[in-house]
């Protein structure tokens, strides 16, 4: 199975400010990767797809990037709305597995 | 507008069963790969299941393996997991979640999801 690895665990930032979080995986998974956004109470919200396609509908301020083993998420000006948890996903084979998630929390 | 709606959770004991149903509308879901996925109240998320949109092949996660069944019904617009042997560990947010596919090829990621069913396993 290839195990995803996020890292921080949790981060804390202010509005305005640029986050990055990094993924990596255990085995090489070319441009198989996807991220989600999830809020309390509330199911994933799909962001990026094949590591760098931003999902129709998601602000241009989210990114991704990557290839291989390893991938980032960019968010590069916070807003109030995008503290939650955010969890990496890859897709290159069965089992689909997913990071441990990653908290963003305000300052 | 695409909605997808679990039902079936709720309370049952060790080594007890429980179906899961999932009801899809708004988009024409025998075209669509379908999956479940979990999540442990307050943890991450777990994949559990794929099936095929034609129902033709189905994978399962190795803590579930023999245990749940995934099966769908095209003319009823419907998903369901079968969960039997039901174990303390199997609490969770039980999702479906409906493959992404673009004009041209499909992503084996989740673009929409349900509400989520909770399933609680305890004597």
């Known amino acids: 199975d290839v195990q995803m690895t996020q890292s921080p665990s949790s981060v804390s930032a202010s509005v305005g400010d640029r986050v990055t979080i990094t993924c990596r995986a255990s085995?090489?998974?070319?441009?198989?990767l996807a991220w989600y956004q999830q809020k309390p109470g509330k199911a994933p919200k799909l962001l990026i797809y094949?590591?760098?396609s931003l999902q129709s509908g998601v602000p241009s301020r989210f990114s991704g990037s990557g290839s291989g083993t390893d991938f980032t998420l960019t968010i590069s000006s916070l807003q109030p709305e995008d503290f939650a948890t955010y969890y990496c996903?890859?897709?290159?084979?069965?089992?689909?597995?997913f990071g441990q998630g990653t908290k963003l929390e305000i300052k | 507008e695409v909605q997808l709606v679990e039902s079936g959770g709720g309370l049952v004991k060790p080594g007890g069963s429980l179906r899961l149903s999932c009801t899809a509308s708004?988009?024409?879901?025998?075209?669509?790969?379908m999956n479940w996925v979990r999540q442990v109240p307050g943890k991450g998320l777990e994949w559990v299941s794929f099936?095929?949109?034609?129902?033709?092949?189905?994978y399962y996660a190795d803590s579930v393996k023999g245990r749940f069944t995934i099966s769908r019904d095209n003319a009823k617009n419907s998903l369901y997991l079968q969960m039997n042997s039901l174990r303390a560990e199997d609490t969770a947010v039980y999702y479906c979640?409906?493959?992404?596919?673009?004009?041209?090829?499909?992503?084996?990621?989740?673009?929409?999801w349900g509400q989520g069913t909770l399933v609680t396993v305890s004597s």
């Open positions: 979640a409906r493959e992404y596919c673009g004009s041209n090829t499909c992503y084996e990621v989740f673009d929409n």
């Open positions: 708004g988009f024409s879901f025998s075209n669509y790969n």
């Open positions: 099936i095929r949109s034609s129902g033709s092949d189905m």
């Open positions: 085995l090489g998974i070319t441009n198989w």
């Open positions: 094949s590591a760098s």
């Open positions: 996903q890859q897709a290159n084979s069965f089992p689909y597995t």
